[in-house]
């Protein structure tokens, strides 16, 4: 609520250089900067409760897809091996057509878990302060 003059009535005089109090007070102000500041605070909480239920629920979403996807490619990739295994059989017999394929997996794997390596020990290294 605000303060308004009231309107000079017959024999009010205002003193000379003095004008009527016009707007509010400061204690008015500050109860409506408070008042301001609890309603941004509620809605900013309402709006960082209802993002963090949207990422949950995406997240939740994306992790169930990522889980199918692995599978899929996974079961693919199963496949391509003993495809390739079928395939080298009347070439190397079938002991050797496994071997070989089975050899070269294990190269690629290993090929490839040194790599990873690599990268998580330079991840690592730059949290030590090593610097190397």
């Known amino acids: 609520m605000h303060d308004e003059p009231l309107p000079a009535q017959d024999g009010d005089e205002e003193p ?30 309402a709006f960082q409760k209802s993002r963090a239920i949207y990422v949950a629920h995406e997240g939740k979403s994306g992790i169930i897809h990522g889980l199918v996807a ?10 391509l091996v003993v495809g390739a295994v079928i395939a080298l059989a009347p070439l190397l017999t079938i002991w050797g057509a496994t071997a070989l394929v089975t050899g070269v997996l294990l190269i690629a794997g290993v090929v490839i878990g040194r790599k990873a390596l690599a990268h998580f020990r330079d991840a690592g290294s730059s949290f030590t302060g090593d610097g190397q």
Do not use: C, M, N, Q
């Open 16 to 45: 000379a250089g003095e004008s009527p109090r016009s707007g509010s007070s400061l204690t008015d102000d500050l109860v409506a900067l408070l008042d301001d500041g609890k309603t941004y605070f509620e809605a900013e909480k």
């Open 70 to 79: 692995f599978a899929l490619i996974h079961t693919a990739l199963i496949g």
